[in-house]
C-alpha cells in the first residue's frame, strides 16, 4: 500500500483486499486486539463444523418424525437447539415448509441475513447484488435460473429476514425414498434447497436407493 | 437511510452469480469474517451498529466493493469511532504503545459462537396487534438506520406471527439503547409491493417492529 495512501479518504482507489485485510489482521494481533487462535477456531469452526450438513441433518429428522417436524414448525429454535445447532446467526429460528401449494425463498435484501448454525457462512450467490434485488420482486423468474420450476398455482412466499429472526426453508421429501436412513436421507437435502432456491435431490441424482 | 444497501427491487445487475458455487473462496474471505466476528468481543459496538458502519459507505463505494471488503472498511471504522485503533495505525498497520490482551483466546471465540447474541427482550407494553389484524407501514425516510426498506414503506399487509419484544435496530445501532419493541412477521400481497407484474396470490413476508406500523 501507497506511503500517502489514506484509509478514509474514499477519492482514493483502496488497497487490493487481500494486503489490506493482511495488514490489519497484522496490526490487530501485534496489537493485542484480537489472539490468533481465536480467528484460528472460528475460521476452523465454519470450515469443517457449522455448515449446511447441520441444516440437512435437521431436514431429514423432520422428514422421518412426524412429532419432530411438527415441533420444528411450532418452535424452530428449540427443535433445532435439541439436535445440537444453536449460537451466533441462529438465535431466533422459524422453519417454513415447502409443498405442492407453497414455495418458501428467503432473502435478505439488506445486507445478508442466514441462518449460519444450520448452513454456515452465506454463499456469494446468496449475497450477490443480483439476487438481493431480485429475488423479492422476481422470485419466479430468479428460481428459473436456479433450475426451480413452479407450477402457476404454487404460491410463492418470499422471506425478507430484516430483524433477526432467521429461517430454514424444509424441501419436500423426494418420493421413491420409503424406508431411507436419516442419513442416507440428509443426503438429498442441498444447502440450496434449505433456502428455498433449490428442491432436493432425488434417489436417480444420488445413484438410486439407499 | 436510504443508502445503496437497501437493494430489493433495483434493476440492472443480472444474472445471480456463481449459482454453482463450485470454487474456492479467497483465504482473506474467511480472514475478514473471523477478524470482524472476533472484533465483536470488544464489546464496543453491537450488531446493529455494524450494518449501519456498511450501510454509511458512499452508495457508489458500496457497490463498488466486495461483500467483506465492505465488512473490513465498517470494521475500521468502528474501531477509530470507539478508540480500539487510531488513524494512523491504520494507515502505518503499526500498532502504538503496550500491547493489549485480547479479550477472548480460541475457546472464548468458541463460545461467542455457541452463544450468540439473542436480541429477544422483555417488553412491558401488550403488543398492539394481533395475528391478522391490517396495518399500514410507515412512510418514513429516516437519515439513520432502519431496517424497513423502501419498496415496503406506506404499504398494508396483514399481521402473520408475533415474536415478542425485541432490540430495535434503529436505536441500537446508533449507541442510543436497546428499546425493544415488539416484532411482528407482516404479510404483504407481492401485488400490492410490485404492480401487476408480480403473480396473483405471491406474497411477501418481513419482520416489522411495532414503531413501524399503524393500524388500518
Given amino acids: 500500500m501507497g506511503d500517502d495512501h489514506h484509509h478514509h479518504d474514499h477519492s482514493h482507489v483502496p488497497p487490493e483486499p487481500a494486503l489490506r485485510v493482511q495488514a490489519l489482521e497484522s496490526l490487530l ?14 475460521i476452523e469452526t465454519y470450515s469443517n463444523e457449522v455448515g449446511p450438513r447441520n441444516g440437512a441433518r435437521v431436514v431429514a429428522h423432520s422428514w422421518v418424525d412426524p412429532d419432530y417436524r411438527q415441533w420444528l414448525l411450532d418452535d424452530a429454535t428449540a427443535a433445532i437447539a435439541h439436535l445440537g445447532y444453536q449460537g451466533r446467526q441462529g438465535e431466533h429460528m422459524v422453519a417454513l415448509e415447502n409443498t405442492d401449494q407453497v414455495h418458501n ?20 450467490w446468496y449475497k450477490s447484488e443480483a439476487y438481493r434485488a431480485r429475488a423479492v420482486r422476481e422470485p419466479r423468474a430468479v428460481l428459473e435460473e436456479f433450475g426451480v420450476h413452479l ?60 | 437511510m436510504n443508502g445503496a444497501h437497501d437493494l430489493g427491487g433495483m434493476h440492472g445487475f443480472g444474472p445471480v452469480p456463481d449459482k454453482a458455487d463450485d470454487h474456492p473462496h479467497p483465504e482473506w474471505y474467511n480472514r475478514a469474517m473471523a477478524i470482524t466476528v472476533v472484533m465483536a468481543a470488544w464489546g464496543r ?30 470494521l475500521e471504522r468502528l474501531m477509530l469511532e470507539t478508540g480500539l485503533v487510531t488513524e494512523e495505525e491504520l494507515r502505518t498497520s503499526e500498532p502504538q504503545g503496550q500491547p493489549l490482551t485480547p479479550p477472548v483466546n480460541a475457546d472464548g471465540a468458541r463460545g461467542m459462537l455457541r452463544r ?22 410507515g412512510n418514513d425516510h429516516p437519515f439513520g438506520h432502519t ?8 404499504r398494508t399487509g396483514v399481521v402473520l406471527r408475533h415474536h415478542g419484544g425485541h432490540v430495535l435496530p434503529d436505536t441500537n445501532a446508533h449507541f442510543l439503547g436497546e428499546n425493544p419493541e415488539h416484532l411482528y412477521t407482516v404479510q404483504f400481497l407481492a401485488r400490492d409491493l410490485w404492480g401487476n407484474d408480480a403473480q396473483e396470490g405471491d406474497t411477501v413476508m418481513l419482520d416489522l417492529w411495532e414503531s413501524y406500523l399503524h393500524a388500518q
Fill in chain 2, 45 to 74: 459496538w453491537n450488531i446493529d451498529a455494524s450494518r449501519r458502519a456498511r450501510e454509511d459507505l458512499h452508495p457508489a463505494q458500496y457497490l463498488r466493493y466486495g461483500y467483506y471488503e465492505r465488512w473490513v472498511d465498517a
Fill in chain 2, 147 to 154: 431496517r424497513l426498506p423502501r419498496y415496503a414503506r406506506g
Fill in chain 1, 29 to 42: 494481533t501485534r496489537k493485542g486486539l484480537v489472539d490468533p487462535g481465536a480467528l484460528e477456531a472460528i
Fill in chain 1, 105 to 124: 425463498l428467503v432473502v435478505c435484501t439488506l445486507c445478508s441475513c442466514y441462518p449460519w448454525t444450520v448452513l454456515g457462512i452465506p454463499p456469494t
Fill in chain 1, 151 to 210: 407450477d402457476d398455482n404454487t404460491e410463492v412466499r418470499l422471506w425478507d429476514s430484516t430483524a433477526e429472526i432467521r429461517y430454514l426453508v424444509i424441501p419436500q421429501r423426494p418420493a421413491g425414498t420409503e424406508g431411507w436412513s436419516e442419513e442416507a436421507l440428509a443426503d438429498l437435502v442441498t444447502r440450496d434447497s434449505m433456502v428455498g432456491a433449490g428442491v432436493a435431490r432425488r434417489p436417480d441424482d444420488v445413484g438410486g436407493a439407499a
Fill in chain 2, 116 to 137: 450468540g447474541g439473542p436480541t429477544e427482550r422483555d417488553v412491558a407494553t401488550t403488543p398492539r396487534f394481533r395475528v391478522g389484524d391490517r396495518v399500514l407501514t
